[in-house]
């Protein structure tokens, strides 16, 4: 099964280079690639019936001769279609071919998504289906159609037919009535009827946990001697007096656990996870505080040279004073600025040291690192995170979360990790009001925003990113800012923040917004982790309909970090999902919203390559697997020696040795 993808038909090197390029080099981690949704042909939805914003399967005729118009650089077709019930526009984008098969009478099955266009509803882009039944619908791949790489998968599941063996002790799948691997592998992709979908996903998911979950243990630092550090019992009281601000008690209650964690001689392996500015920088640099006052080193890891400049700047502030030597390191350092940091860092010259993942590179060694702290830890994977701890003699390890998971699955997902929670806001913050905004309200908001500059207030505007295939139905930053600058707010200093600019560009743009110098900050989701800007009061959120609302909750709190009364307005038409999010502003309960939404398949995120998207990410599967699977790996575990045991743990070593570091809470 290890064929090279050469041997499928209609694939030669320039779609072996775009499969690889999505971690995809053999036929068997083509079969691996599981959907990540099914269009149910058999469902079809009457036209009467369809809103903005739904994706359904429609059987309609075409109702009148089909137009054509050319925008820029678009060719737009449009034609009327009915079903009886009510009489639509459909439209498409440069697919001109379109409009010869558009004859009136002529009957279609169409699937695609409705939106709101001039007042009406329109079916946008709609793929045209020829047969009913579960089609598999793949995450996108660069350079390669859809249609050719479900037809890939078909010939790929052909070439393997029969050959995968069962992996799972036979026990294990007779105990959870699992179903069999070729019989599983061919129904992901092509299921016969929802049951055997079910069955497949089922034996899939339940696999690919188990080997995760087994993959964790082996990873985890256990019961592990680490560096004890003693200091003086007034230290803690110290450090909270140096603050500008009294701790909360939450903040407190965590620094408590975190300073006994220290004091004791295992390798301190804790998670703080907190809303969004529930003030866990200044726990972190609390613990940074004692390790200094007992005589250790320690590291700080944020995710992005943003935030890690962010952090060494509070640092000078905060930890200077108290004679604790602080630097940077990031990887756009000149090389002699490398050389230097890795010496100080060597030296002891640096008490501590923060930056991004230039702090594990491989140069770089430390003098006596005794703690190491990653922010937002969620960007990190976990075997990243061991290789941090892999430079010192065992440190303690201190990771820091936003995304708030809840207990029970974060238990599962990080097994190796002791939990606290701040679950308390400093004082003085106005929660956000969240509101829906449609289209149809969009020029009253830019009335709004005016008025709230005026006061002296920021705003930001946030874009998702979108995929080049579909970059037309979506509002991209780029085409967000010039609106505004241009036409909407041409009064207001804008600046633009987006992925694919020069860092240092990225950074000028983001110290004017900081700094007060602009009033206006549109961006693609960078913003999203711990810029921290107490003036700006407004969030807009683009295309909110396209956000998890974990990752809503976390754009949110952008905002409401001062004592202003603070407002995020999510454009979108209004649907159950983001009402949720206008009713709380609990980072818990919209957690635990978006895991029953999603299933907690999700959470793993979709930065993955490749085969563990299959497993893990696409095959959302439901809590009560991931705990069944999470009691089983220890179960077994507790045989190492026993033969299936170990073809087990060889299994989970093969499909998760190079991906743990990939595997991160989203
Ligand atoms: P997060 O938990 O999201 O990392 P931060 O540590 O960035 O939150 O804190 C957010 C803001 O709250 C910062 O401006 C910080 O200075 C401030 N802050 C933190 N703790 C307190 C406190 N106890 N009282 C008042 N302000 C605080
Ligand atoms: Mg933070």
Same mark, same amino acid.
């Given at each position: 099964?290890?064929?090279?993808?050469?041997?499928?038909?209609?694939?030669?090197?320039?779609?072996?280079?775009?499969?690889?390029?999505?971690?995809?080099?053999?036929?068997?981690?083509?079969?691996?690639?599981?959907?990540?949704?099914?269009?149910?042909?058999?469902?079809?939805?009457?036209?009467?019936?369809?809103?903005?914003?739904?994706?359904?399967?429609?059987?309609?005729?075409?109702?009148?001769?089909?137009?054509?118009?050319?925008?820029?650089?678009?060719?737009?077709?449009?034609?009327?279609?009915?079903?009886?019930?009510?009489?639509?526009?459909?439209?498409?984008?440069?697919?001109?071919?379109?409009?010869?098969?558009?004859?009136?009478?002529?009957?279609?099955?169409?699937?695609?998504?409705?939106?709101?266009?001039?007042?009406?509803?329109?079916?946008?882009?709609?793929?045209?289906?020829?047969?009913?039944?579960?089609?598999?619908?793949?995450?996108?791949?660069?350079?390669?159609?859809?249609?050719?790489?479900?037809?890939?998968?078909?010939?790929?599941?052909?070439?393997?037919?029969?050959?995968?063996?069962?992996?799972?002790?036979?026990?294990?799948?007779?105990?959870?009535?699992?179903?069999?691997?070729?019989?599983?592998?061919?129904?992901?992709?092509?299921?016969?009827?929802?049951?055997?979908?079910?069955?497949?996903?089922?034996?899939?998911?339940?696999?690919?946990?188990?080997?995760?979950?087994?993959?964790?243990?082996?990873?985890?630092?256990?019961?592990?001697?680490?560096?004890?550090?003693?200091?003086?019992?007034?230290?803690?009281?110290?450090?909270?007096?140096?603050?500008?601000?009294?701790?909360?008690?939450?903040?407190?209650?965590?620094?408590?656990?975190?300073?006994?964690?220290?004091?004791?001689?295992?390798?301190?392996?804790?998670?703080?996870?907190?809303?969004?500015?529930?003030?866990?920088?200044?726990?972190?640099?609390?613990?940074?505080?004692?390790?200094?006052?007992?005589?250790?080193?320690?590291?700080?890891?944020?995710?992005?040279?943003?935030?890690?400049?962010?952090?060494?700047?509070?640092?000078?502030?905060?930890?200077?004073?108290?004679?604790?030597?602080?630097?940077?390191?990031?990887?756009?350092?000149?090389?002699?600025?490398?050389?230097?940091?890795?010496?100080?860092?060597?030296?002891?010259?640096?008490?501590?040291?923060?930056?991004?993942?230039?702090?594990?590179?491989?140069?770089?060694?430390?003098?006596?690192?005794?703690?190491?702290?990653?922010?937002?830890?969620?960007?990190?994977?976990?075997?990243?995170?061991?290789?941090?701890?892999?430079?010192?003699?065992?440190?303690?390890?201190?990771?820091?979360?936003?995304?708030?998971?809840?207990?029970?699955?974060?238990?599962?997902?990080?097994?190796?990790?002791?939990?606290?929670?701040?679950?308390?806001?400093?004082?003085?913050?106005?929660?956000?009001?969240?509101?829906?905004?449609?289209?149809?309200?969009?020029?009253?908001?830019?009335?709004?925003?005016?008025?709230?500059?005026?006061?002296?207030?920021?705003?930001?505007?946030?874009?998702?990113?979108?995929?080049?295939?579909?970059?037309?139905?979506?509002?991209?930053?780029?085409?967000?800012?010039?609106?505004?600058?241009?036409?909407?707010?041409?009064?207001?200093?804008?600046?633009?923040?987006?992925?694919?600019?020069?860092?240092? !560009?990225?950074?000028? #743009? %983001?110290? /004017?917004?900081?700094?007060? &110098?602009?009033?206006?900050? +549109?961006?693609?989701?960078?913003? $999203?982790?711990?810029?921290?800007?107490?003036?700006?009061?407004?969030?807009?959120?683009?295309?909110?309909?396209?956000?998890?609302?974990?990752?809503?909750?976390?754009?949110?709190?952008?905002?409401?970090?001062?004592?202003?009364?603070?407002?995020?307005?999510?454009?979108?038409?209004?649907?159950?999902?983001?009402?949720?999010?206008?009713?709380?502003?609990?980072?818990?309960?919209?957690?635990?919203?978006?895991?029953?939404?999603?299933?907690?398949?999700?959470?793993?995120?979709?930065?993955?390559?490749?085969?563990?998207?299959?497993?893990?990410?696409?095959?959302?599967?439901?809590?009560?697997?991931?705990?069944?699977?999470? !009691?089983?790996?220890? #179960? %077994?575990? /507790?045989?190492?020696?026993? &033969?299936?045991?170990?073809? +087990?743990?060889?299994?989970?070593? $093969?499909?998760?040795?190079?991906?743990?570091?990939?595997?991160?809470?989203?």
């Amino acid at each position: 099964m290890d064929y090279p993808l050469t041997k499928i038909k209609g694939i030669g090197p320039a779609r072996v280079k775009a499969f690889e390029a999505a971690g995809i080099r053999t036929v068997r981690e083509l079969v691996m690639f599981l959907p990540k949704e099914y269009r149910d042909l058999d469902d079809i939805t009457a036209l009467c019936d369809l809103r903005p914003g739904d994706t359904a399967a429609v059987k309609v005729c075409v109702a009148g001769e089909a137009s054509v118009r050319y925008a820029r650089k678009l060719t737009i077709i449009k034609v009327y279609v009915t079903d009886g019930t009510e009489t639509l526009p459909v439209i498409w984008f440069n697919q001109p071919w379109l409009k010869a098969q558009m004859t009136q009478g002529r009957e279609l099955l169409l699937y695609g998504k409705a939106e709101l266009r001039s007042g009406c509803v329109t079916l946008v882009s709609p793929t045209v289906e020829s047969g009913g039944g579960l089609v598999p619908i793949y995450r996108n791949i660069a350079g390669i159609p859809a249609k050719q790489l479900r037809q890939s998968v078909e010939s790929a599941l052909k070439l393997c037919e029969g050959q995968w063996p069962d992996e799972l002790p036979e026990r294990v799948r007779e105990r959870y009535g699992l179903c069999e691997r070729n019989f599983a592998m061919r129904c992901a992709h092509f299921p016969d009827s929802r049951e055997a979908l079910q069955a497949a996903r089922r034996r899939i998911a339940f696999e690919e946990l188990l080997l995760y979950q087994v993959a964790l243990q082996l990873f985890r630092h256990g019961e592990r001697q680490g560096i004890q550090i003693e200091f003086p019992d007034d230290a803690v009281e110290k450090f909270w007096a140096t603050l500008p601000f009294a701790p909360t008690g939450a903040q407190r209650r965590v620094l408590d656990e975190v300073a006994a964690d220290l004091r004791s001689d295992r390798a301190m392996a804790r998670m703080i996870q907190g809303d969004v500015g529930s003030g866990k920088t200044a726990i972190a640099f609390a613990a940074i505080a004692l390790a200094h006052a007992g005589g250790w080193q320690a590291a700080l890891m944020a995710p992005t040279e943003v935030l890690a400049r962010q952090h060494y700047e509070s640092a000078k502030q905060l930890l200077e004073p108290l004679g604790i030597r602080c630097g940077l390191l990031v990887g756009s350092l000149t090389a002699k600025q490398h050389r230097m940091a890795h010496e100080a860092v060597a030296t002891g010259m640096w008490d501590v040291a923060i930056g991004t993942h230039a702090l594990i590179t491989e140069g770089v060694a430390y003098k006596n690192l005794g703690l190491v702290v990653t922010d937002e830890q969620h960007r990190f994977g976990v075997r990243q995170r061991s290789m941090l701890s892999e430079k010192g003699d065992a440190p303690n390890v201190l990771v820091m979360s936003a995304t708030p998971i809840p207990r029970t699955l974060s238990l599962i997902i990080y097994g190796d990790l002791d939990i606290s929670i701040v679950d308390e806001l400093p004082p003085g913050r106005t929660p956000v009001q969240t509101r829906i905004v449609p289209e149809a309200k969009r020029e009253g908001l830019y009335g709004f925003l005016r008025e709230e500059v005026k006061k002296g207030r920021q705003v930001y505007f946030v874009c998702p990113l979108v995929e080049e295939s579909e970059a037309i139905e979506a509002v991209p930053a780029e085409v967000v800012y010039e609106e505004l600058r241009t036409k909407k707010l041409p009064d207001l200093s804008i600046e633009l923040v987006h992925g694919r600019m020069k860092p240092a !560009d990225k950074d000028a #743009a %983001l110290e /004017r917004f900081r700094t007060g &110098e602009a009033d206006v900050l +549109v961006s693609t989701t960078v913003i $999203e982790v711990g810029v921290n800007v107490p003036n700006a009061t407004v969030m807009v959120i683009e295309n909110a309909e396209r956000f998890g609302l974990a990752q809503l909750h976390q754009l949110r709190g952008r905002v409401g970090r001062g004592a202003h009364e603070s407002w995020c307005f999510l454009m979108a038409e209004p649907n159950a999902r983001l009402k949720f999010m206008c009713s709380t502003n609990d980072g818990f309960k919209v957690a635990q919203k978006d895991m029953e939404l999603r299933g907690p398949g999700e959470l793993f995120g979709t930065r993955q390559s490749g085969t563990l998207t299959a497993g893990i990410g696409a095959l959302a599967g439901d809590t009560e697997l991931l705990k069944l699977t999470h !009691d089983e790996a220890h #179960a %077994l575990m /507790r045989n190492p020696e026993d &033969e299936d045991v170990r073809a +087990v743990i060889q299994l989970a070593r $093969e499909r998760f040795a190079d991906r743990l570091e990939n595997v991160a809470v989203n």
